[in-house]
């Protein structure tokens, strides 16, 4: 069922937003070689609960997964794709990518974002790769607006890649605010003018992930790491977005 949000709800997820956006900085300038995702992890915290608000990813338990999530920040290095865990271990290498993606539970409401930044000093092909993948979250973003559908953002992401990437399939974008996944599911492949309409008031959040090699992914047997098959790097940007009569608004910026 897609729930269309409240003013009082919207202007919730509004603050919550920037206060996400600020998390997310601050956690792109820690990020150097040396740093564990952990310490990255433990950052996110500390300032999310300074805000007076909640992590909204510890403790979730996806449908279908054993355990819930043990973590606030999901960190996903290289051919990881989503859903990598922070681990004291796992210490970041000059090269090297990471996609921080975070949940955030404000005075009721949930956001979703995520970005993905270099450690260091990265190729040439990697460096495109993440410019590539923002600028496809933006091209889904421009499809939003009262009338088109569900497939016309996945479509026009699809477009814009044109077969330079493997896109990934069987985890999308996706409606967030009373909960930090509600319908519809919002592939980032499709048809122009299929699936649900999007209607004033949806606040949806929209995630490329594209892969250097092939589209083709496996979960890793923690039961959450998703990661290529071929190995290759990947990719992920995600924003809230709200849809607004006149188009949309980023509430994660
Ligand atoms: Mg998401």
Redo the contacts with the bound molecule.
């Keep these: 069922m897609i729930i269309i949000k409240t003013e009082q709800e919207i202007q919730n997820m509004r603050e919550g937003g920037k206060r996400h956006a600020q998390v997310l900085q601050k956690l792109a300038k820690m990020v150097r070689p040396g740093i564990s995702t952990w310490e990255l992890d433990q950052e996110a915290e500390k300032m999310i609960k300074d805000f007076g608000d909640k992590p909204a990813f510890k403790g979730y338990k996806p449908d279908g997964a054993k355990t819930p999530y043990p973590a606030t920040l999901i960190t996903s290095v290289n051919e990881e794709v989503v859903h990598g865990i922070p681990n004291k271990k796992r210490i970041l290498q000059e090269g090297d990518i990471i996609s921080l993606?975070i949940g955030v539970h404000h005075n009721g409401v949930f956001t979703?974002a995520?970005i993905t930044v270099p450690v260091g000093k990265i190729s040439k092909e990697l460096n495109e790769l993440l410019m590539v993948t923002e600028e496809a979250l933006q091209v889904g973003i421009d499809q939003v607006k009262p009338g088109n559908t569900v497939g016309d953002i996945g479509s026009a992401i699809q477009s814009f890649i044109n077969k330079r990437y493997g896109i990934v399939e069987g985890f999308s974008?996706?409606g967030?605010g009373r909960h930090i996944h509600e319908d519809p599911y919002i592939p980032n492949y499709g048809k122009p003018g299929e699936g649900e309409k999007l209607v004033a008031g949806m606040t949806i959040?929209i995630?490329p992930m594209m892969n250097l090699g092939t589209k083709y992914v496996k979960i890793l047997s923690d039961g959450y790491t998703v990661v290529t098959k071929d190995g290759k790097p990947s990719a992920h940007f995600?924003h809230t977005v709200l849809v607004t009569e006149a188009g949309y608004e980023v509430l994660t910026k």
């Design positions: 993606d979703d995520a974008g996706h967030v959040a995630e995600e």
